[in-house]
């Protein structure tokens, strides 16, 4: 499947603020299955330094340093790209089980950003919390295969909480998300990754976007509008990661395309930033991903 993307933010400002310095990361990362063409990162005032580079985790960065005053921020990405279907049938798929998972992912040595060990672990948003490890504990066992499990906490999540574009912000604690039954991608993202955590099972969060038509006669996937997330589970060396989506309560497959993964939303966060000055901000985005016929 091939798609253009098109993603616009305009940052306001109540007064000028000056030196503000902006970490981007919408350039897609190297993934398996896709291919990306034609980037373009356009930004308004022009930088004063703009710098490129990988981020800790599998995330693009491009670092922008804005010295002259100003009052509003425009940041346009734009690339094509194809996702080419896994031909697994993740559903069906033999796993090991999530135990053999568990132990396999303390067996390797290495951290880089694709190892399992990397995503084992509490990390700033996506923390220990006693009260979603028992949630899981009531879904998962150990003889349960991997995929198995990850379907159980994406099916969970999905009927058992309400998606609700108001009830939460970017820094909402899982917990505080958890406990209210509510809130969008990212929080069902942090819930399922806390969970899956507890039981020794890496996880990863991932940022990127959904096609926002669906195919004639297909309903259409909650959050097309925005930046969407999901969870990347480890399911062992053969099957590597898969993707699991619990706002939408499906893998991760053509109708998702994939900018970065890291622990949690703070590693891949679409825009952060500083600035000099006390001016309150306005944000706003509009997202487009059409399929190419």
């Given at each position: ?15 000028p603020v ?46 922008l340093l ?211 000055g006390s ?15």
């Amino acid at each position: 499947m091939m798609y253009r993307v098109s993603h616009v933010t305009k940052i306001t400002y109540a007064n000028p603020v000056r030196l503000a310095r902006f970490n981007i990361r919408l350039r897609p990362s190297t993934w398996p299955g896709q291919t990306v063409s034609d980037y373009k990162l356009l930004v308004d005032p022009l930088p004063w330094t703009r710098t490129d580079e990988d981020g800790a985790y599998i995330v693009e960065e491009s670092k922008l340093l804005l010295r002259d005053p100003i009052v509003q921020l425009r940041i346009d990405s734009r690339f094509g790209v194809s996702v080419a279907p896994s031909g697994i049938d993740f559903a069906s798929v033999a796993s090991p089980t999530v135990a053999d998972v568990r132990a396999l992912a303390l067996t390797r040595p290495n951290l880089d950003a694709i190892s399992p060990a990397s995503y084992l672990f509490a990390s700033p948003i996506a923390g220990p919390e006693p009260d979603i490890a028992a949630w899981a504990a009531t879904i998962l066992s150990d003889a349960m295969s991997v995929v198995e499990a990850g379907c159980a906490l994406m099916h969970a999540i999905h009927a058992q909480f309400r998606y609700d574009s108001a009830s939460t912000e970017s820094d909402t604690p899982p917990i505080e998300a958890f406990r209210h039954r509510h809130g969008v991608c990212q929080d069902f993202a942090h819930i399922m990754i806390v969970a899956a955590r507890s039981w020794g099972l890496p996880a990863a969060y991932v940022s990127g976007y959904l096609r926002t038509l669906p195919p004639p006669g297909k309903p259409r996937l909650v959050g097309a509008d925005a930046m969407h997330a999901w969870v990347n589970l480890w399911c062992g060396d053969e099957l590597g990661w898969i993707g699991f989506d619990p706002t939408n309560d499906k893998f991760a497959r053509t109708d998702h395309i994939f900018i970065a993964m890291g622990r949690d939303y703070s590693d891949v966060a679409p825009l952060d930033g500083v600035f000099h000055g006390s001016a309150e901000q306005s944000m706003t985005f509009a997202v487009d991903v059409a399929p190419v016929d």
